[in-house]
């Protein structure tokens, strides 16, 4: 006989949200409550014949399976030149103007494991400007984070990659970017060594940097209406006059405070330039 399984109340998912912020510093109360529950529910699915109390303690005191938690709590889903119209217009818009700059820095916010940083820094390539270019990828899993650092993913997805790569207008070959051996794939180091990695926070740290373009694609609808604002103001802090921002497909700026300063570079796109 299957087993009842046991559901997670809002109730204390909102006391693992103050957990997870008193404990360990991650501010989650401005999550999705709905996003945030399924996901809190599914790890307790997995903690098998455990109860709510000793899941609570051991996401309070057991750091190594917090962040682990961390890993399923966060979304980590992403692809190599994910919607290939989308980078087409980076390609064929975007690239062109950064590249009458002396020097161009590019922050990817939620950037998970990685692999839009490395569509960007090909593309910058093929546009003959990664030399003068720094790209920083930013996410608040440092799990995610230290698999992007090192470059190395499996070699299962290339051929799909391969097919956004020349959906997006890319001529080149694009098993050249990376060495493939033993099923997995690590891209050349003429692309990694113009990036940084490293943890960030969009809900409580600071702007890093001055950035001509900023990336931050399909987070923002995890987020509660206040917190988007929130995050949408560092963005805009962050982001030098006529710089452009890029947000996911079911993201925008319309009816924000920022929309009135922002001059949208194609609409369907979810891609805007700063005017001042």
């Known amino acids: 006989m299957q087993e009842a399984r046991i559901l997670i109340s809002d109730e204390q998912v909102e006391i693992l949200q103050q957990d997870f912020l008193e404990f360990h510093g991650y501010d989650f109360t401005q999550y999705s409550m709905a996003s945030f ?9 997995m903690n098998k014949g455990g109860n709510f109390k000793e899941f609570r303690k051991t996401l309070q005191h057991d750091d190594g399976y917090f962040f682990q938690a961390l890993t399923e709590i966060s979304v980590n889903v992403t692809e190599m030149f994910r919607d290939a119209a989308f980078y ?7 690239i062109p103007v950064l590249a009458t700059y002396p020097h161009i820095r590019v922050w990817h916010a939620g950037c998970a494991t990685g692999e839009e940083v490395y569509s960007l820094a090909i593309m910058l390539h093929e546009g003959g400007i990664l030399h003068k270019s720094l790209l ?3 996410d608040i899993n440092p799990i995610a984070i230290e698999k992007a650092r090192m470059g190395i993913f499996s070699v299962g997805p290339m051929q799909q990659y391969s097919k956004n790569y020349h959906d997006s207008g890319g001529m080149q070959d694009f098993s050249s970017y990376y060495t493939a051996n033993y099923g997995i794939v690590k891209f050349n180091t003429d692309l990694s060594q113009k990036i940084i990695f490293s943890t960030h926070n969009l809900v409580s740290d600071f702007s890093f940097n001055s950035f001509q373009l900023i990336f931050c694609r399909n987070v923002l609808i995890y987020f509660e209406k206040n917190l988007q604002a929130k995050v949408l103001r560092l963005f805009d ?3 030098e006059p006529l710089g452009f ?8 700026i319309r009816f924000s405070p920022l929309e009135s300063s922002y001059q949208a570079i194609l609409e369907r796109e979810k891609i805007w330039r700063k005017l001042k």
């Open 245 to 252: 921002l890029a947000l996911g497909s079911k993201e925008s």
């Open 88 to 94: 087409r217009t980076i390609r064929e818009k975007v």
């Open 237 to 239: 802090s962050s982001l």
């Open 136 to 138: 920083y990828g930013t």
């Open 37 to 45: 529950k399924r996901r809190i529910q599914r790890l307790f699915s």
